[in-house]
Nanobody, 128 residues
Framework: QVVVIESGGGLVQAGGSLRLSCAAS????????MGWFRQAPGDEREFVAAISWSSGRTHYADSVEDRFTISADNAKNSVYLQMNSLKPEDTAVYFC?????????????????????WGQGTQVTVSS
């Protein structure tokens, strides 16, 4: 089992930046990928970004490409999400997730059901 805990959310004006962090513990040696998802009120949980734990290859949702950057520090079992040029539509609860599935080791996975461990979420609010 892997436990993940997010931090770094908050309130920011449109055009601003935030950096989210996620620390993993437990069976981290078995992780194939980590990802970030978000969920706004009344919406389904949507994919934001993912990173392969072994290769570092990344994958992004079209809506955040060129604005968000996912990175990992394997030594610290941590993953980060640097969010720049934030927009009000980025407002959501952001969740970190870890996968133990081998098929996610290439570029990460973008379906929630491919992830086996989830954090409690951190609120990101972007004001206009």
């Amino acid at each position: 089992q892997v436990v993940v805990i997010e931090s770094g959310g908050g309130l920011v004006q449109a055009g601003g930046s935030l950096r989210l962090s996620c620390a993993a513990s437990g069976r981290t040696f078995s992780m194939s990928a980590m990802g970030w998802f978000r969920q706004a009120p009344g919406d389904e949980r949507e994919f934001v970004a993912a990173i392969s734990w072994s290769s570092g290859r990344t994958h992004y949702a079209d809506s955040v490409e060129d604005r968000f950057t996912i990175s990992a520090d394997n030594a610290k079992n941590s993953v980060y999400l640097q969010m720049n040029s934030l927009k009000p539509e980025d407002t959501a609860v952001y969740f970190c997730a870890a996968s133990l599935y081998e098929h996610c080791s290439g570029y990460g996975c973008f379906h929630p059901y491919d992830y086996t461990s989830w954090g409690q979420g951190t609120q990101v609010t972007v004001s206009s």
